[in-house]
Structure formats: C-alpha cells, structure tokens
C-alpha cells in the first residue's frame, strides 16, 4: 500500500514564501512523473507544477518564475518552494504522483494542504 503524506501549509503575508513537502511510503518499485495541484473555494482542481522522472519541469503560467518544483528520488519525495506568494495562490494544494508498485502504476494523491496568503 502506497501513502502520500504533505506538510508545509500555513498562513503566510502577500510576498511571503513557504514551501511545500510531499513523501511517498509503501511499496514503491519506481515513481515517474511528481507534481502539485491546488484547489481554491469555488474552483475547480488545477495544475500547478509537474516534474518528471528526467527533472523536465512544467508550470502554469500564473505561477511562472515564483514556484519551483523539485524532488528528491531517493526519499520519494517532491517539493513546491513558493515565493513572492499572492492572496490568488491561496487555496488546498495536493501532490501527485505517479507510481509503480512492480505489477501496476497507478495516481495517487497526497490529503492536501491549505496555503492561506492574506494580510
């Protein structure tokens, strides 16, 4: 069985930063693409960033310049620094990640993390 488990939310002033962590455990033979997904109030579920197993990265073009996505292969895990942060990147974020347990691959997503940015 495969958990994802996120931390590094929080409350945070417009042009503040946070980071965001996400760790796989379980049965992991391999993880190929990792990414960050957010979900605000009213809206749907929308990508954020995706880094894939090569370290080719991909961002939405509102978060262009001041997130960057990384991951660590050797502790199954991926993370979302976040700077210059805006009240409009306030919502609950989910990591996902793509992950093969030897006999299948299948998506699974972390419990998420809320990301508040007022003053």
């Known amino acids: 069985q495969v958990q994802l488990v996120e931390s590094g939310g929080g409350l945070v002033q417009p042009g503040g930063s946070l980071r965001l962590s996400c760790a796989a455990s379980?049965?992991?033979?391999?993880?190929?693409?990792m990414g960050w997904y957010r979900q605000a109030p009213g809206k749907q579920r929308e990508l954020v960033a995706v880094i894939r197993s090569g370290g080719s990265t991909n961002y939405a073009d509102s978060v262009k310049g001041r997130f960057t996505i990384s991951r660590d292969n050797a502790k199954n895990a991926v993370y979302l620094q976040m700077n210059s942060l805006k009240p409009e990147d306030t919502a609950v974020y989910y990591c996902n990640m793509g992950i093969s347990t030897g006999w299948r691959t299948s998506d699974y997503w972390g419990q998420g993390t809320q990301v508040t940015v007022s003053s």
């Open positions: 379980g049965s992991i033979y391999s993880i190929n693409t």
